[in-house]
C-alpha cells in the first residue's frame, strides 16, 4: 500500500508504530492506497493543486490522523495534562514523551495506588467540536476514556463513558470507522467485530471516497495530453440528485445499520445495499446531528427544487466558511422583502439566513459526561425551515 510520487514531491516514509503506510508531507502525512481501481490521493494532485491544497486543511482530510504534537488537541501541558472525574479516587493522566502519547487511570485507593496506560495510536475527529483516541490492542481497536472537548478546551470523559469509571474496554467497529478513515481492512465479515489488519488503512476522508476508484480516470490522462482523451466524469458528477446526496449520506446519514462489508460502497451504487438508514415517518423527531441528509430532504427548499444537493452550499475541497456566507446561496432562490421579519430587522436580515432557519441546536446522539453534568454537541440543523425560537441575526 503506497506509492510514491514525482509530481507532489512527497517520499515514502516508514511505516508508523501504530500501524498503516503514511507519506511525510508538511500537512504531517497523506495516507495512500492502491489495488481495487484506487489509485490514491497524491495521484489527484498534479492536475487538481488547487483543490487538493485547499482539501488538506479541511475536517473532512484531518477527521483521522496518527497521533502527534500538531494533531491532538488536548494539552500535555503540566497543570492542564490531568483529568480529574466525580469519582474522588479516579484521575487521569496524560503524558508525552519521545513522540508517543498515552493515557493514564490512576486509582487510588486504601492508601494503594494503581495505574492503567494505553498509547494513543489514533487520533479521530479535526477537533471543530472535538476529539477522541483509539489504541490498538493485537488486531483490535478500542477507544481511550479520554477525549478532548473544544467547547470546553480540555480533557473530558469520551462520549458513551460514565463519568467515574476507568474503562479501556469500548471496541471500536468498522461503521464507526467508515465514517472517519478511507479504508480499514477488517480481518472477519461480522458487522460488529473490532479486528482489522494493521498494515492496510487509509486515515483521513480521501479523493476516492467521494470521487470512486480513480486509477482508469488517472492512467487515461496519464497517457494522453491534455484534453485529448473523451474523459467520463468522476462520481458525484453524472449522477442523479439522490446518488449525489448518497455519497454525503454514507456518513451524514447517521450510524444506520450495516448490510454490507465496511467501505464497500461505490459512488453511484445504491446505499440502502450497504447500510441501512433510520428512514422516519414524517411525524418523527429527528436528532439534529442523527441523518443530516434526511433532514436537508425534509425542507421544502430540497423538495421544491429538481437541482439542490448537500453540495449546493458545501465545497468539501475548502475549508468551511462562517455560516452566514451561505446565505447568498438562500438569496439565489428567496428574495429578501419575503422574509417575515424584514419590518423588523430591516435590509440586513440578508447578511444571515442562516441562524434563523438552520439554527445551531444540541444534539441528543453526541453527548458525554463532564463535571457531573451531562453535555451535549451544538449542531447545525439541516432541516430547513422556520423555528420560532431561533436567534435572530
Known sequence: MGIWCAAAGLTQAPAAASGGQVLSAPSGGIALEQGHGFAGDLACRPCHQDKFTTYLA???????????????????????????????????????????????????????TSKHTEEID???????KGQTYLYWKQNSLFELPVSYWTQLGRWVNSPGYVDGSADFGRPVVP????????KFQP??????????????????ISCERCHGPAMGHVAGHSASPAGSIADKALPPLGLSRDQQVEVCAQCHGGAGQAIAPAFSFRPGANLSDYVRLQQPDATDRLDVHGNQAILLERSRCFRDSAEMTCSTCHDVHSVERPAADYSARCLGCHRVDQCGMVRKRGARIASNCIDCHMPVQRSNKLVLDADNQRLQANVRNHWIRIYQNASLP
Open 122 to 128: 489514533l487520533v479521530i475527529g479535526s477537533a471543530t
Open 175 to 182: 461503521r464507526c470507522l467508515e465514517c472517519h478513515a478511507a
Open 58 to 112: 479541511t475536517a473532512h482530510h484531518r477527521t483521522s490522523r496518527l497521533p502527534d504534537a500538531t494533531s491532538i488537541a488536548g494539552s500535555f501541558t503540566r497543570g492542564e495534562d490531568v483529568m480529574t472525574t466525580f469519582n474522588p479516587e479516579l484521575t487521569f493522566q496524560m503524558d508525552s514523551h519521545d513522540g508517543h502519547f498515552y493515557q493514564t487511570a490512576i486509582v487510588k485507593k486504601n492508601g494503594r
Open 187 to 204: 480481518v472477519t465479515s461480522s458487522p460488529s467485530e473490532n479486528r482489522y489488519n494493521r498494515d492496510d488503512f487509509v486515515l483521513g
